[in-house]
């Protein structure tokens, strides 16, 4: 894995499955790499098996548990784990069990139903009926449904530590336990988890009776934080130890001047004691003012404060305090405010306004940049890691549930973006990509910022296809689609700037650079269990693209082989409506019978009832093949459109067709129909043949399930050989059907149900 970490056997499940998911989209069900896939998903799923009889896979608030158990941080950002929990919400199951015995065939049929577009699993009376019709033993739905982890229990993998134990041992409590650097270490894995802990200590210590002393608390966090370092992960740290500088900044000042005088024994506390600084020196006041209304705020002059002389702090930051939490804070803006006038060279004053010390000389404070030129000016100082820290706050900022602080910061990333890209230093915007697109499909107003971002991000799009970087572009592609698709509604503004960035998207370069790709069909070059081949991935972001549709169609007209047809049978159907149009221009033109075929179970598809007209010369083709399937689409998309449609089609149809249509007229109950299938019951040959014989027949039983009396008296010549029909003798069965069908006609009339009414 690019992470280095090794895979949980539970997490190897659902690469399996989302593997097994796209080969099916992309290949026949028998063929080899699905034999392949199934194999590797069985052989997964029944070693976690072999341990537990069951294992349990369910939704809560987003989030997937386990057995009821949260995955970890580093798993649930996992692409595939991120698409199986969405393929649940969009399916329904909150909760989907695997028991053990589950076999191979029950795994191809599960999956197969997931396959399936919800609303059409919808429309089949949801999941959990789809599942028990096709009767799985081993895989259901399951009843219990799970909530989001209570914060008073403890976290999952500590070894029964809770919050409450960290409380104390940060508190000093009597008979408060130790903490073990292993169990440390496993609730570090929830960095926000272990924040909100600590904060929750920082809460009940300034609301408490008297401050804990401040050696003792110190030293206890200083323990904690060298526990980190001994265990941290080198990817982990960073953002560890800036989540918990954002929180000790906000300590008694006293606290705080005690943590930065102890000596540092790790990088861990190196890097943790330069973000307290940071963040200190960055959200100073202006003189004489009081605590910035934005603690985060992303501004002020980088240089980094030096530790603190015990002289530098004011002798009233050590008083006990009471309940009143507005004394915590002044404190806090009373350390904030030495620091910024010591660095300016006024006289440092005490919280009650006396002298302190004699302060030392320093440069004035640098004037506020904003992020864009402090960015630039990081980058020419060879601070990349510091600048990238910036971007980073400002993308995780796009989802900020204040409007203001999100409009703040997509305007910041509006003007930083073009440079970032002009100097190839686009990297962090890659790697931030999922939250821009979330952005960019949740918001609903048309702002500057949003236009200018939304621009950047296609020529941004354009960029990486030509880099051949397509799964990093797959989610500036998909919100585009979902946008323009109507599948995120958004005003008219919205929509045609995403009609605009899909457009520049589909340069025909860029089409030709993705399908270039996807014919390569290169097998070679997967790092990762469930990674899609490159050629693969190019397909998903040419089924979002509409002028790809023809492009598919030009090789499926000229495959010889049959696998590769139903592959891109499979894509031009996941292109959906953004096909159609193609579809319809190649319906007009000649082909041989399997391309035909394949257009019209195509358009049966993706297709509506306004499109059925343009079938109806396939369903006179002379091919069989394509006759049944043209006719099958017709049923499926034709709604109201089919009656008339048949009922011109029939006259002109061979017998065989015919036999095929008459059935059709008399489910879909159409009153034009009867004269018509009485003139082809009058048209009788001299010499009969088991053919003509089933279609009289069936023509008799249309008339009785249309119910049409005007039948009458056609059907009763038939039955009793007299009229206009008595020169040409019927066979017993067409007889015995024409009496049904007057039974029917007349049993209808007696109840008063009226012609199609039952």
């Known amino acids: ?178 903490l073990d650097p292993v169990r440390i270490r496993e609730m570090a894995q929830d960095p926000e988890w272990f924040g909100r802990v600590l904060r929750a200590g920082i809460a009940q210590i300034a609301a408490g009776d008297a401050s804990p002393p401040e050696g003792p608390f110190s030293d206890r966090l200083g323990s904690m934080m060298r526990m980190l370092g001994e265990t941290a992960a080198p990817e982990e740290a960073e953002s560890l130890s800036l989540l918990i500088a954002r929180t000790v900044v906000q300590l008694d000042a006293g606290v705080i001047q005690a943590l930065l005088s102890r000596g540092t024994e790790s990088g861990f506390e190196e890097r943790f004691f330069q973000h307290v600084r940071d963040l200190l020196h960055r959200n100073l006041p202006p003189a004489g003012g009081g605590r910035p209304t934005d603690p985060g705020a992303l501004s002020g002059d980088p240089a980094l404060a030096e530790p603190l002389a015990d002289a530098d702090l004011p002798p009233g930051a050590r008083a006990p305090r009471g309940r009143n939490t507005g004394i915590f804070e002044r404190q806090v803006a009373a350390l904030e405010t030495m620091i910024k006038r010591h660095g300016q060279g006024e006289p440092i004053l005490s919280v009650d306004g006396g002298p302190a010390a004699t302060p030392v000389a320093a440069p004035a404070a640098a004037p506020k940049e904003a992020p864009a030129e402090r960015i630039g000016l990081l980058y020419a100082r060879g601070r990349g890691a510091e600048a990238e820290e910036i971007i980073d706050e400002l993308f995780a900022t796009l989802a900020s549930e204040r409007a203001a602080e999100r409009e703040q910061a997509s305007d910041n990333l509006a003007r930083i973006l073009p440079g970032l890209v002009s100097d190839n230093r686009y990297e962090p915007v890659v790697r931030n990509l999922e939250k821009l697109t979330a952005w960019i499909g949740k918001e609903t107003a048309a702002t500057t910022a949003y236009t200018k971002l939304c621009r950047q991000v296609g020529e941004l799009g354009q960029r990486l296809i030509r880099e051949r970087r397509f799964s990093a572009c797959r989610a500036i592609v998909k919100t585009f689609h979902q946008i323009h698709t109507g599948a995120l509604e958004r005003n008219d503004t919205i929509q045609q700037l995403a009609e605009d960035v899909l457009r520049d998207l589909s340069q025909a370069e860029l089409i030709d650079i993705l399908f270039n790709v996807f014919q390569t069909r290169d097998r070679q070059g997967l790092d990762q269990p469930g990674q899609l081949f490159e050629s693969d991935e190019a397909g998903r972001l040419l089924v979002r693209l509409e002028p790809a549709a023809a492009h598919f169609l030009e090789l499926l007209g000229k495959s010889e082989n049959a696998e590769e047809r139903i592959r891109i049978m499979n894509l031009i159907n996941d292109m959906g409506t953004l096909a159609v149009s193609a579809v319809l221009t190649e319906l007009r033109q000649d082909g041989v019978w399997y391309y035909q075929r394949n257009l019209a179970r195509l358009l049966g598809r993706i297709g509506g009832d306004i499109h059925v007209r343009a079938l109806q010369p396939l369903l006179l083709h002379a091919d069989r093949r394509v006759q049944k399937e043209t006719l099958k689409s017709i049923n499926g998309i034709g709604g109201d459109e089919r009656g008339p449609l048949l009922t011109e089609t029939l006259p002109q149809a061979q017998e065989a067709l015919q036999l095929d249509i008459v059935p059709l007229l008399g489910s879909l109950r159409h009153p034009p129909a009867v004269p018509v299938l009485i003139d082809l019951l009058k048209a009788k040959p001299v010499k009969s043949s088991a053919a003509r014989e089933e279609l009289e027949e069936k023509i008799c039983a249309a008339l009785g399930a249309i119910g049409e009396e005007s039948a009458l008296p056609a059907l009763t010549s038939v039955q009793r050989q007299i009229g206009f029909l008595s020169l040409r003798a019927f066979s017993p069965r067409v007889k015995a059907a024409a009496g049904r069908a007057i039974a029917e006609i007349d049993r209808k009339r007696k109840r008063g149900g009226g012609v199609g009414k039952r």
């Open 1 to 178: 894995m690019s992470d280095g970490s090794a895979l949980s056997p539970t997490v190897e499940i659902l690469i399996a499955v989302n593997t097994a998911l796209t080969n099916l989209r992309l290949y026949p069900p028998t063929s080899a790499m699905i034999r392949t896939t199934l194999e590797k998903l069985h052989h997964t799923l029944g070693q976690v098996l072999e341990n537990d009889e069951e294992v349990t896979f369910a939704e809560a608030e987003q989030t997937l548990l386990v057995n009821g158990t949260p995955l970890g941080p580093k798993d649930r950002e996992r692409p595939q784990v991120a698409a199986f929990l969405q393929l649940m919400m969009n399916v329904g199951a909150h909760n989907i069990v695997f028991s053990r015995g589950v076999g191979a065939d029950e795994l191809l049929a599960f999956l197969d139903i997931l396959t399936e577009k919800p609303e059409m699993l919808a429309e089949r009376g949801g999941l959990r009926k789809v599942l028990e019709a096709r009767d799985l033993p081993h895989i259901r739905l399951g009843e219990k449904r799970f909530v989001a982890m209570d914060p008073d229990r403890p976290f999952p993998g500590t070894g029964g530590i809770g919050e409450e134990s960290i409380l104390d041992y940060l508190a000093g409590t009597a008979g408060a336990a130790s």
